[in-house]
C-alpha cells in the first residue's frame, strides 16, 4: 500500500515543480516585456494632445439653481468651475506607459493631471446627484447623472442610481440603453455595472 502512495506523491512533486517552473517563465517573460514597452514608451518623442477629447462642462444644462446657497452644493459648484478652467480628459484604463507611447513621455505629467481632474469631476458629479436626489430633485440629480455618463464614468453608483430614476419615472428603455455604454467602458467594472443594470430591469 505504501509504494503506491510513495509513487504517486513523487508525482505529484515533478508535476508540482514542473508549473512552478512553468510558472517563474511565465512571469519572467511579461516582466520583460513589460520593461522593454516600459523602455520604448520612455523614448517616444512629445506628440500633439489636439486630438484628445477633452470634456467641457455644459454649464447651461446643469441645475446650478437648485439648492445653490446650501454649503455642501456650493462646494461642489466651485469644484466643477475650478475644473472647467483645466483640461478634463477621460484615460480611465489606459496605463502611463501606454500614455507615453500614445502621446510622448514628456507630456505624461500634463496627460495624469487630465486624468486627475477627470476623476474629480465624475466623483464630484456623483456627491452632487446624490445631495439633489436625497432633497427630492429627482429630475435634477437625473440631468447630472446622464452628463457623467456621457463621459463614460465607471463610477457604478451613477449607473445605478440613474437606473433606480429611469424605474421610478417608469422608463424602463432607458435603463436598456445605459448597458451598451456600460459594455463599451474601458474598465474593470464594466461587467459589474451590466449586472447591476440588468438585476435593475428585472
Known sequence: MKFP???SFIVFCIWLGYELHKQRNKEEKLNQEF?????RAN?????S???LDYIKIPFETLPMDIMKDDPMIADYHDTLKSLSEKPIVNFTGISNTDLKLMYGAPNIDLLSQYDQSYTLLVRTLQSWAEAL???GYVNEACSVLEFAISTHTDIS????LLA???KEKGQPEKIRELIPIAESLNSSLSGHIVSTLSHILE
Open 133 to 135: 436626489y436625497d432633497k
Open 49 to 51: 494632445l489636439e486630438s
Open 157 to 160: 453608483s451613477s449607473y445605478k
Open 35 to 39: 520593461w522593454e514597452k516600459e523602455a
Open 43 to 47: 523614448s517616444t518623442r512629445r506628440k
Open 5 to 7: 502512495f510513495f509513487a
Open 164 to 166: 433606480s430614476i429611469y
